[in-house]
């Protein structure tokens, strides 16, 4: 589904990215952990066709990522997701919709599915100035998710959200996972990770240091919290000569 | 054609959302319905009394080139922050996040503005020449047609604007096509009244020398203007060069929305 081949992604001379490879398989939920400044956020930038790779290529169902044709089929909600705010969630909803070929009865019924699915019904037709960052994100999640999207990108999807909200994201991706939707996660919430993916990679400095299923990669009495720290701090397979891996194999 | 249409009429929605818009568009209508008491006034000139028709004739051209000049401000305003304010709102986000080519996106916003700007001075157009109509009961040929003939114009300044804008703060891309603007009004504009009739009787021994080909190749903003004056009074045209002032400008638009895609397909967002 998700195809990074040895992807360099530079800003002046600061390597963003730094030659990472990586294979998400559809229907996988899939997180990409890591530090701030690690280098998440470019890769979910370049996974949407917004900043181009320095170098490597990038196939979203084997078409190029910078190839909007690619974003069919693509849902993605932003960390911070800001929403105009001249618009009320309804219209925003509705020009997402518009925009992916819905129209009519279709995008109302659509919308209306998807404003019950994130609890806004009843404030979706007040403008977007006056909801909160959590009502923000949920509109945001909404609009991820219309037209039943075959990848969904969330770049710290739970931002802003409070403890029921959070419950309500688990609960969606939980539901997802039935219709064999492809998860690219990218979060803070280490814990929310376990309870929802199942594949995660660790990434830092630009480079990946491992990609495996959670139950590979974390030992008898260790938690995810645990496994993030010790690869984060002490670097231990790349310093040892172990080098980044994926799937219990090096990754190149 | 279908996405671009579709970005071309949210443009033109999310701009009438905005009460400054129908604000700015009353002061207008009551500034030009202001000017209705030029055609009913007397005017006397040495103990002579003008031809009220002739003086209604005069305003409403100097009224025609005050609206377009006015138009120029307006569509520098809206063009300057299409990028940065999509981009500040989550709107670019909106666009770009869905199977939406970037030029889809780009050229949509800026025939989204264009279109507004254009209608904007066609009402403000039609107003002065309904006025007239009414007032004297003289029918400018030629006055609408010449509305649309400047709407050339604002499209070449919302290519501009905006081309400027990917490369410059919003303000100093502002400045700059006013001061590219400025420059055409002074070389052009001198062109003209060195050919003009009132110079030629005044002075007629004066011949004017042969323009320099940056002059004959600047974007001629000025001269769409004048050709649009000719387009209403019938009057004579002086053409600076070969190349009729809307192809120039044509030319200019092409090669600049060429750049702009170019840049904005480059980007980072």
């Given amino acids: 589904m998700i195809s990074l081949n040895s992807v360099i992604k530079t800003f002046d001379t600061v390597a963003a990215v730094d030659n990472i490879t990586l294979h998400v398989e559809k229907g996988e939920h899939f997180a990409l952990l890591g530090p701030n ?34 974003r069919k089929g693509v849902g993605y909600l932003a960390e911070h997701h800001m929403i105009p705010s001249y618009l ?20 109302r019924a659509e919308v209306e599915r998807l404003l019950e699915v994130v609890s806004m019904e009843g404030r979706e037709k007040e403008k977007s100035a006056a909801y909160s960052k959590g009502m923000k994100q949920r509109i945001g999640l909404a609009a991820a998710l219309l037209g039943k999207p075959k990848l969904l990108i969330l770049d710290e999807p739970t931002a802003g959200l409070d403890p029921i909200g959070i419950r309500d994201v688990r609960n969606v991706l939980e539901n997802l996972r039935a219709d064999n939707v492809t998860v690219f996660l990218n979060s803070h919430l280490l814990s929310e990770v376990e309870k929802t993916c199942r594949t995660v990679a660790i990434m830092n400095n630009g480079k990946i240091l ?4 959670l139950q590979s990669i974390i030992e008898k009495g260790e938690t995810l919290e645990d496994v993030f720290i010790k690869y984060i701090s002490d670097g231990r397979r790349m310093t040892d000569g172990g080098g980044p891996m994926e799937d219990g194999r090096p990754l190149r | 054609m279908r996405l671009f249409l579709k970005i071309t009429g949210y443009t033109i929605f999310d701009q009438m959302r905005h009460k400054s818009f129908y ?26 009394l003008l031809d009220s028709i002739a003086v ?25 922050k299409i990028i940065t304010r999509d981009h500040d709102d989550g709107s670019l986000v909106l666009f770009l996040s869905r199977p939406v080519f970037r030029q889809q996106y780009i050229l949509g916003r800026i025939a989204g503005t264009w279109f507004l700007c254009l209608v904007f001075m066609f009402i403000l ?47 100093i891309s ?21 050919n003009s009739q009132i110079l ?62 170019a840049g904005f397909n480059k980007k980072e967002i």
């Fill in chain 2, 125 to 171: 157009h039609a107003a002065v020449f309904l006025t007239l109509w009414a007032r004297t009961g003289t029918i400018i040929f030629g006055y609408l047609a010449a509305s649309l003939v400047c709407s050339i114009n604002l499209l070449f300044i919302a290519v501009l604007v905006c081309f400027l804008s990917l490369y410059l703060p919003d303000f």
């Fill in chain 1, 37 to 70: 400044g690690a280098g998440k956020t470019t890769v979910v930038r370049m996974l949407l066709g917004f900043i181009k790779p320095t170098a490597g290529s990038i196939l979203i169902d084997t078409i190029p990522a910078s190839n909007p044709v690619a």
């Fill in chain 2, 174 to 194: 502002a400045v700059f096509t006013v001061g590219i603007l400025f420059i055409g009004y002074i070389s052009d504009g001198g062109y003209q009244i060195l």
């Fill in chain 1, 88 to 107: 009320s969630g309804l219209d925003y909803l509705r020009r997402h919709a518009s925009l992916i070929g819905f129209s009519g009865k279709d995008a």
């Fill in chain 1, 210 to 213: 491992i990609k495996d299923s």
């Fill in chain 2, 200 to 261: 030629k009787a005044a002075i007629p021994s004066a011949v004017p020398s042969s323009p320099a080909v940056w002059r004959i190749v600047y974007p001629k903003v000025y001269m769409v203007q004048a050709y649009a004056a000719s387009i209403i009074d019938q009057g004579s045209f002086y053409n600076m060069g070969p190349v009729n002032p809307i192809v120039n400008i044509i030319i200019y638009i092409v090669l600049i929305t060429a750049l702009m895609l």
């Fill in chain 2, 56 to 80: 209604a004739w005069y305003v409403s051209n100097i009224v025609f080139q005050v609206i377009a000049a006015g138009m120029f401000l307006m569509v520098i305003l809206l063009s300057m």
């Fill in chain 2, 23 to 48: 604000v700015l568009l009353g002061l207008c209508l009551i500034f030009v319905l202001m000017i209705r008491g030029c055609y009913s006034g007397q005017y006397v000139v040495n103990g002579k």
